[in-house]
């Protein structure tokens, strides 16, 4: 890989900044197929906040077996339809962006490809509150907990208040009673399940642990689904419900209740998905740094590095050297905002001006950082597109 991606970069008429953002065609392509295998006939609902490039959520849209998008901001949902990126696009979080909504709201045809996310009746007063007539009706879905409840304690991502069946089904009547709105869909993301990893080589016994808590929240959330669905069922008719994520897809696509899986991360395969039993991680996405110092002759310094995930802070949250193998973070610098120093073995042999090859370690957010994707075929550069920043949008 290392010598593809050099090749690559090397044959392109001008030298790109650094860091030279880069995914594989053939392994995304081949990551695409895998999630349509694992979900088992179930329409696979593309994640925009893992891709964040609008070539490449069209690239997924293309594969047989995806259907639609999974936004993250109103904003964003509104520039994907305008853009004819996707005329199905949920809004995976509720907004109380009055712009946003306002906009939705007085488009039509938006307004019919673009579905809010909802947990509380005050999201529909914010949409209330910017519009000037009912005439548009506005697509709405619940978003309910799909945590694990355990001896007293929830496990799970803090999303949605609604978990008991009688709290769903006073909201969903809220809604279908309230006029300028109309349910049409469920979500329910079993983060404990999809977004955590279960099969680390050196955490054995928590691995373990893990599988055993994703299990029961699986057996839990089944229940549960099943319950809220039959009580919708009475209230009224769904057009979709929502359910799991990239490392859960084939306990989620076996629940009766879900009509669709939503997935991003497992496209691109970013440094956190790298441990779980359920898929075996095929990367394609990667990002380059020139060397730019040698401290010493065992050490290698690149320009830049500190393209640091999300989420709770830790060592899982930084940036994987990868390319050549065997380099690594130092404890006491890490990776740097302008300068990264790498040791182990390939250090001694990288001169200035080489290039090494990283991993993210949380899909998506690795192309808020570049305006510029290479993708690439083989040894060749075929096609370099914006990403969201490199189309001046920062969602």
């Known amino acids: 890989m290392w010598s593809r991606f050099n090749a690559a970069v090397a044959a392109l008429p001008e030298p790109p900044s650094t860091p030279i953002a880069v995914v594989d065609l053939d392994v995304f392509d081949a990551n695409a197929a895998d999630l349509v295998r694992r979900a088992g ?26 259907a639609g998008v999974l936004g993250y901001t109103v904003a964003e949902a509104l520039w994907l339809h305008e853009n004819g990126v996707s005329d199905d696009i949920v809004v995976a ?10 906009r939705l709201a007085a ?95 050196d955490q054995r016994t ?14 839990q959330l089944e229940v549960r689904r099943r319950e809220i669905s039959d009580a919708l069922a009475r209230v009224t008719e769904l057009e979709f419900w929502n ?4 490392g859960s897809v084939e306990a989620t696509a076996a629940d ?5 899986i939503a997935a991003g991360s497992g496209l691109l395969v970013p440094g956190i ?39 709770a802070t830790g060592a899982d949250r930084s940036p994987i050297p990868w390319a050549p193998p065997g380099l690594h973070l130092t404890n006491l610098e890490g990776a740097g905002e302008v300068q990264t120093p790498l040791t182990g073995h390939p250090a001694a042999l990288l001169a200035i001006g080489d290039l090494v090859w990283f991993r993210h370690a949380k899909s998506g957010e690795l192309f808020e950082h570049v305006r510029d994707v290479h993708l690439v075929r083989g040894e060749s550069v075929t096609e370099v597109v914006p990403s969201y920043r490199g189309c001046d949008r920062a969602f």
């Open 256 to 260: 009766p209740a879900v009509t669709e």
């Open 273 to 311: 998905f790298d441990h779980y039993a359920s898929f075996e991680p095929r990367p394609s996405a990667f990002f380059g740094l020139r060397v730019s110092r040698k401290p010493t002759p065992a050490t290698a310094t690149v320009h830049g590095g500190g393209l640091v995930a999300s989420g």
């Open 93 to 102: 979080y509720p907004s109380v962006d009055a712009g946003a909504l306002r």
């Open 243 to 246: 359910g799991g994520g990239s």
């Open 107 to 201: 488009s039509p045809a938006a307004a019919a490809a673009i579905t809010l996310m909802i947990d509380d009746v005050a999201h529909l007063d914010a949409v209330d509150a910017v519009r000037d007539s009912l005439d548009v009706e506005i697509r709405i879905a619940l978003d309910l907990d799909a945590g694990l409840r355990l001896g007293g304690q929830h496990i799970g991502p803090k999303r949605s208040p609604l978990f008991d069946t009688a709290d769903v089904i006073a909201l969903a009547r809220r809604v279908v009673e309230r006029d300028g709105f109309r349910l049409v869909g469920v979500m329910t993301y079993e983060g404990q399940v999809a977004g955590v990893p279960d099969d680390v080589p």
């Open 41 to 66: 006939g179930k329409p696979v609902r593309v994640a925009s906040k893992s891709l964040r490039v609008p070539a490449l959520i069209s690239r997924a849209l293309a594969t047989d077996g995806f």
């Open 206 to 219: 928590r691995s373990l642990l893990v599988r055993r808590l994703k299990q029961a929240s699986m057996a």
